[in-house]
């Protein structure tokens, strides 16, 4: 069930305050489930978090997507049992919650979560390839729970991707640092003329692939390129490419083996929004977001854009952690919404 150690078991008892856990963890992800049923019924929503680090001894995370549950677990700076006792303890507490949901054991996954540095942010955690396909707002995606820290899908951004498709009609829309193409697909099915999608990772940029055909959608009208953000964005503005919206959701920070630069969004913001802006039509539309906690805004940031930030509007109800990301939604100077 883990996917922090495939090849370590620990053997964990549960003792009487284990056993307080698991029930203070089964009581509250049931009730935030009763409490979200209207609204996944509303929205159409498959997959969402069911707990939101809400009890403080027990820093989890627990996401349902259909019948099967994605746990992720942090680490904590100091713990007397050490930190083996304390995964088998998160191992144990996980399942019980799938089971009492209604997910079979082997649905059920549980990640450690740590600060990585370099190219390591990269390494998959596993090799299993179990990919199946989720649905949002009525359309399909391609996730995996094994193989990677993330899913494929991040699920903070549900209200954002949402967002965007409404705002894609007839539009050129260009998605950078796309990860697996969520919001190029949300820009399709909205109405788009064309996307284009880039990333640095290939991994990425056939997962993106496969969504968009898992949808319907030609890679005529919607390409697929793997390059570095900043070597794509300077090639553009040289070749005179304009978008009218751009999707800019970037890491907090990269150090990719494809580069002989790193990328660091509290340093490269300022710059990076300006590139932006010279392949922005006039009236053209960026929504900016990052999930870096510390992040401050720059004043050069967004010169030449009218700008609001939307952070409160987009982090969904699922959510307890209401500073999971940051947005802003910003229109090149003297265009109109």
């Given at each position: ?38 609204w ?6 498959s ?10 001894e ?14 992720a ?26 089971q009492?949901?209604?997910c ?54 549900r ?86 919206l ?24 300022a ?51 209401r ?15």
């Amino acid at each position: 069930m883990s996917d922090t150690n495939p090849q370590t078991t620990v053997e964990f008892v549960p003792d009487a305050r284990a056993e307080e856990l698991r029930t203070m963890l089964i009581n509250r992800a049931r009730k935030n489930g009763r409490k979200l049923a209207r609204w996944r019924k509303r929205e159409g929503v498959s997959c969402y978090r069911v707990y939101d680090r809400d009890i403080p001894e027990l820093p989890l995370t627990l996401d349902l997507y259909g019948d099967r549950l994605h746990g992720a677990a942090w680490a904590r700076k100091r713990d007397e049992d050490g930190p083996e006792a304390v995964r088998a303890l998160h191992e144990w507490l996980v399942g019980e919650v799938g089971q009492a949901l209604g997910c079979a054991p082997e649905h059920v996954h549980l990640k450690g979560r740590a600060r990585q540095r370099g190219k390591q942010q990269y390494d998959p955690v596993a090799k299993r390839r179990r990919r199946f396909e989720v649905t949002e707002a009525g359309l399909k995606f391609w996730v995996n729970l094994t193989d990677y820290l993330d899913t494929g899908l991040f699920l903070d951004h549900r209200t954002t991707r949402k967002m965007v498709g409404e705002r894609s009609a007839g539009k050129d829309v260009l998605n950078l640092f796309a990860y697996t193409g969520s919001f190029s697909v949300h820009a399709a099915a909205g109405g788009a003329a064309t996307t284009t999608t880039v990333d640095m990772s290939q991994t990425y940029c056939d997962w993106a692939h496969d969504n968009l055909r898992l949808n319907g959608f030609d890679n005529v009208h919607h390409q697929v390129i793997r390059d570095d953000v900043k070597a794509f964005l300077q090639r553009a503005r040289h070749d005179g490419l304009q978008w009218d919206l751009v999707v800019c959701d970037p890491p907090t920070f990269s150090n990719s083996k494809r580069t002989d630069h790193a990328f660091d969004i509290g340093r490269d913001q300022a710059p990076l929004m300006q590139a932006i802006r010279a392949v922005l039509r006039p009236g053209g539309q960026l929504v900016f977001s990052t999930n870096f906690r510390k992040f401050r805004l720059s004043d050069e940031t967004f010169r030449g854009y009218d700008v609001s930030e939307v952070s409160e509007q987009t982090v969904p109800e699922d959510f307890r952690d209401r500073r999971i990301h940051r947005c802003w939604w910003a229109t090149v100077a003297g265009g109109h919404r």
